[in-house]
């Protein structure tokens, strides 16, 4: 398949999914539960009261929680329909005063009106989803105040839940997603994505050739499954949250924190430029 409509097969395709992609997600369990993980470590690393950049919004799930702790939030989606979504949630949760939505993909975080940011996130794998994120990287860190952050759950490469049940099915080419350098179309209900798929040291190379220093890292989906089996989390709760406690003990440690479905980095923005 051409990769040439990239940006714009990927954009249909969430724009397709919008008007159910908050839903859907609340009623994921493992879902929910990186996104807790994610939230706290905004929470952790960045004041109530600071100005985040959200790159990739989707249906502003994140806008709401941040606006309700005290986070002024911009935040910019590539879809149209994700970013009517957005509006509609921060507008309907009462904190439309603290959170501006604009219809932009990464790629052109450049045409966003001049601000700097204390901090930039990105939740669920929207930077997977720029063809040259290499340069959206350099603009990003020219959007962030010096010491500032980048905190992005990125979906990774080498997820060992993925390849056993693909192993198990006798599915070699879907085994071999993952490991694709080009971008690579990914069915979403029935249209396409476009995704690079990373290893946390191929992201934080590319971060830190444009000026962030890497400061946090952890799995998200290396003993718990991935979310697309949550059926199978449904089953078995208690088995899950057993896996659950031990990612989140040790889904630090090297190793470790090198596989699984997402990585959650933390890259700080090192000199003055960008
Ligand atoms: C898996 S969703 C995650 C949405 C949201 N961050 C969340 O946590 O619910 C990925 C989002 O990235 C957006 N996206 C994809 N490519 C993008 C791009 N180049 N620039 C900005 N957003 C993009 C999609 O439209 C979609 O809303």
């Excluded at 004041?47 to 994140?62: E, F, K």
């Excluded at 939030?73 to 509006?87: F, G, H, K, N, Q």
């Excluded at 060992?160 to 069915?187: C, G, I, K, N, Q």
């Excluded at 998200?220 to 697309?228: I, S």
Aim: proline share 6%; hydrophobic share 45%.
């Amino acid at each position: 398949m051409a990769v040439v409509n990239a940006d714009i097969d990927t954009q249909r395709a969430f724009g397709g999914v919008a008007a159910t992609y908050h839903d859907s997600n609340v009623e994921n369990r493992i879902l929910r539960a990186m996104r807790e993980r994610f939230w706290r470590t905004v929470e952790a690393r960045v004041p109530p009261g600071s100005h985040l950049l959200d790159l990739g919004c989707g249906p502003g799930t994140d806008e709401e929680f941040f606006a309700a702790r005290g986070y002024r939030v911009t935040a910019i989606d590539w879809s149209l329909e994700m970013t009517e979504e957005a509006r509609r949630r921060v507008r309907e949760a009462g904190v439309a005063d603290r959170v501006d939505i604009h219809h932009l993909g990464i790629q052109e975080v450049d045409r966003l009106a001049p601000a700097t940011f204390d901090a930039a996130c990105s939740n669920f794998g929207p930077l997977n989803c720029v063809v040259d994120l290499e340069a959206a990287a350099r603009a990003i860190v020219r959007r962030l105040r010096p010491g500032g952050v980048l905190i992005a759950s990125v979906i990774g490469r080498v997820c060992p839940w993925e390849l056993a049940l693909y192993f198990m099915r006798r599915d070699w080419a879907r085994m071999r997603v993952r490991f694709s350098l080009a971008p690579t179309p990914v069915p979403l209900e029935s249209r396409t994505v476009w995704m690079r798929y990373y290893s946390p040291s191929s992201i934080s190379r590319i971060f830190e050739a444009a000026g962030f220093a890497r400061v946090e890292l952890r799995t998200l989906g290396l003993f718990v499954p991935p979310p697309y089996m949550h059926a199978f989390a449904d089953r078995h709760p208690a088995f899950v949250a057993v896996l659950q406690r031990i990612e989140d003990r040790i889904g630090g440690w090297p190793g470790a924190r090198s596989c699984g479905d997402h990585f959650l980095i933390v890259l700080r923005k090192t000199g003055a430029g960008g």
